[in-house]
C-alpha cells in the first residue's frame, strides 16, 4: 500500500528522497513545497499535507546535527540579554 504522496505526487516523494539526510537541502525542498512562489495555488490536500509534516519531522529527528542550535536559540553565544 502506498501513501497519499507516492500515489498522487510521486515526483515529490523524489525530491524528498533526494534530499534526505542533509539537513539544509532537505529544508531548501520542504520549504519550496509549502511556500507558494508561482501565485494562486490552493495548498496541499489535506492527506498530502499531513504526510509531508510528518516526513518533516522525522528527517529533523533522523537526520538533525545533535550540535545544531535549535531555531530559537541565538546563534551567537556572545549575545547577552538585558533584563
Known amino acids: 500500500m502506498?501513501?497519499?504522496?507516492?500515489?498522487?505526487?510521486?515526483?515529490i516523494i523524489g525530491r524528498l528522497e533526494h534530499a534526505w539526510g542533509n539537513p539544509c537541502a532537505f529544508n531548501e525542498v520542504f520549504n519550496d513545497l509549502i511556500f507558494d512562489?508561482?501565485?494562486g495555488?490552493?495548498?496541499?490536500p489535506e492527506e498530502a499535507w499531513a504526510e509531508l509534516d510528518w516526513l518533516n519531522q522525522v528527517h529533523r529527528l533522523v537526520c538533525q546535527k545533535k550540535d545544531a542550535?535549535?531555531?530559537d536559540e541565538p546563534i551567537d553565544d556572545d549575545?547577552?540579554?538585558?533584563?
Not at 502506498?2 to 515526483?11: D, G, I
Not at 549575545?79 to 533584563?83: E, F, M, N, Q, Y
Open 2 to 11: 502506498s501513501s497519499y504522496l507516492e500515489a498522487r505526487f510521486p515526483h
Open 37 to 39: 512562489k508561482r501565485g
Open 41 to 44: 495555488r490552493s495548498g496541499w
Open 69 to 71: 542550535p535549535e531555531p
Open 79 to 83: 549575545i547577552k540579554w538585558v533584563s
